[in-house]
T-cell receptor, first 114, second 115 residues
Framework: ETGVTQSPTHLIKTRGQQVTLRCSSQ?????VSWYQQALGQGPQFIFQ???????GRGNFPPRFSGLQFPNYSSELNVNALELDDSALYLC?????????????FGSGTQLSVL | AQSVTQPDIHITVSEGASLELRCNYS??????LFWYVQSPGQGLQLLLK??????LVQGIKGFEAEFKRSQSSFNLRKPSVHWSDAAEYFC?????????????FGRGTQLTVWP
């Protein structure tokens, strides 16, 4: 158990719809990162939030957006869903946005786009 | 460009046999290197990490990894595999010039353990 919880665990959407995924960080962690893991692939960095501000972004289009709240929980929003957005979405929290801090991953949200 | 290559997509070993999972990286600065394990339906669990110092690092569950700068490699080893080690293993690289959250992962190596 990492203390990072994600909801929902599974989700089915149709192309063009919008989706919101949620992540509750481990207590005391002020940094959250989101990753997309397509089937048979390693996780790909989407973005990171540190103290409610975006702190880095990977190679994802603007229709992927996020929020971090004062309690450090986080949301990942994806607009205009495409079939290729089907993947496991992982949230990871850490105590700080520094390289030597350990990442704690949630179990993920499995998103299927039909 | 930053990248991680795990050349073995699937490895099968017998229980009790030794294991080595290969990882090669490309990174423009001093790399921070990690190995994570993922069991079905689970998130990623950190096995070990290398930042600096001794190039042989010890991790959890009896795993170790050796950083070889000249070969840009960070191979994971275990002297005697247990059936519970069956999972997917990911090598990842990050760096001091980046935030910890920005890790670049390989595509993973699926480990099957025969009884």
């Amino acid at each position: 158990e990492t203390g990072v919880t994600q909801s929902p665990t599974h989700l089915i959407k149709t192309r063009g719809q919008q989706v919101t995924l949620r992540c509750s960080s481990q207590s005391g962690h002020n940094t959250v990162s989101w990753y997309q893991q397509a089937l048979g692939q390693g996780p790909q960095f989407i973005f990171q939030y540190y103290r409610e501000e975006e702190n880095g972004r990977g190679n994802f289009p603007p229709r992927f957006s996020g929020l971090q709240f004062p309690n450090y929980s986080s949301e990942l929003n994806v607009n205009a869903l495409e079939l290729d957005d089907s993947a496991l979405y992982l949230c990871a929290s850490s105590l700080a946005a520094t390289p030597d801090e350990k990442l704690f991953f949630g179990s993920g949200t499995q998103l299927s786009v039909l | 460009a930053q990248s991680v290559t795990q050349p073995d997509i699937h490895i099968t070993v017998s229980e009790g046999a030794s294991l080595e999972l290969r990882c090669n990286y490309s990174y423009g600065a001093t790399p921070y290197l990690f190995w994570y394990v993922q069991s079905p339906g689970q998130g990623l669990q950190l096995l070990l990490k290398y930042f600096s110092g001794d190039t042989l690092v010890q991790g959890i569950k009896g795993f170790e990894a050796e950083f070889k700068r000249s070969q840009s490699s960070f191979n994971l080893r275990k002297p005697s595999v247990h059936w519970s080690d069956a999972a997917e293993y990911f090598c990842a690289v990050g760096g001091a010039g980046s935030t910890l959250g920005r890790l670049y992962f390989g595509r993973g190596t699926q480990l099957t353990v025969w009884p």
